[in-house]
């Protein structure tokens, strides 16, 4: 079955709101996990990335966060936007030099 | 920079027609990766190449599926003969360092 996974399908937010997007993972030996933005009718895009030996790493307005312990990993996107409305996809690597396993994806939705 | 290339963006066809969809990588990236977005089983990695050879054709669905790497800023991924169950957005994405993939904005395939 699928290894990496998304707790909610969707999420709806109001503009101005923190989102958070949650993923599990399964393989505790994974070493690399990172985020897509993918909007509709395009290819997904990079946004952040966190190596095993972090919990937290920080880039503009959004937060990435590992719990390694519950093989937990979410997103947090600060003050959403509008714009910020896509699906977003969380990966991981198992192996280095192998290929990113996806998740299913979260839809997020902001309404003005 | 250009980013990853594919063509066609959209291709219609029918069933038992044979598909070619093409990659253009990012330039001096070593890693190519050819995945399958479908709503039920979200994104699937068919095949990737490293340096041109390829690693990992476990994910191909079967013997209509083949993909070539002839040099290192093309790559074909080819359906023969197409069955509707084919019917996904195909990806192309690329990479330097092994895990960070920068990807195309995809092929919308539809066999009738």
């Known amino acids: 079955g699928e290894s990496v996974g998304l707790h909610l399908p969707t999420l709806s937010v109001q503009e101005g709101d923190n989102s958070i997007i949650n993923c599990a993972y399964s393989n505790s030996a994974s070493d690399y996990f990172i985020w897509y933005k993918q909007e509709s009718g395009k290819g997904p895009q990079f946004i952040i990335d966190i190596r095993s030996n972090m919990d937290k790493r920080q880039g503009q307005r959004v937060t990435v966060l590992l719990n390694k312990t519950v093989k937990h990993l979410s997103l947090q996107i600060a003050a959403t936007q509008p714009g910020d409305s896509a699906v977003y996809f969380c990966?991981?690597?198992?192996?280095?030099?192998?290929?990113?396993?996806f998740g299913k994806g979260t839809t997020l939705s902001v309404s003005s | 920079d250009a980013g990853v290339i594919q063509s066609p963006r959209h291709e219609v066809t029918e069933m038992g027609q044979e598909v070619t969809l093409r990659c253009k990588p990012i330039s001096g990236h070593n890693s190519l990766f050819w995945y399958r977005q479908t709503m039920m089983r979200g994104l699937e990695l068919l095949i990737y190449f490293n340096n041109n050879v390829p690693i990992d054709d476990s994910g191909m669905p079967e013997d209509r599926f083949s993909a070539k790497m002839p040099n290192a800023s093309f790559s074909t991924l080819k359906i023969q003969p197409s069955e509707p169950r084919d019917s996904a957005v195909y990806f192309c994405?690329?990479?330097?360092?092994?895990?960070?993939?920068?990807f195309g904005s995809g092929t919308q395939l539809s066999v009738l």
């Open positions: 994405a690329s990479t330097l360092e092994g895990e960070k993939l920068f």
């Open positions: 990966a991981e690597n198992r192996q280095a030099g192998t290929a990113l396993i």
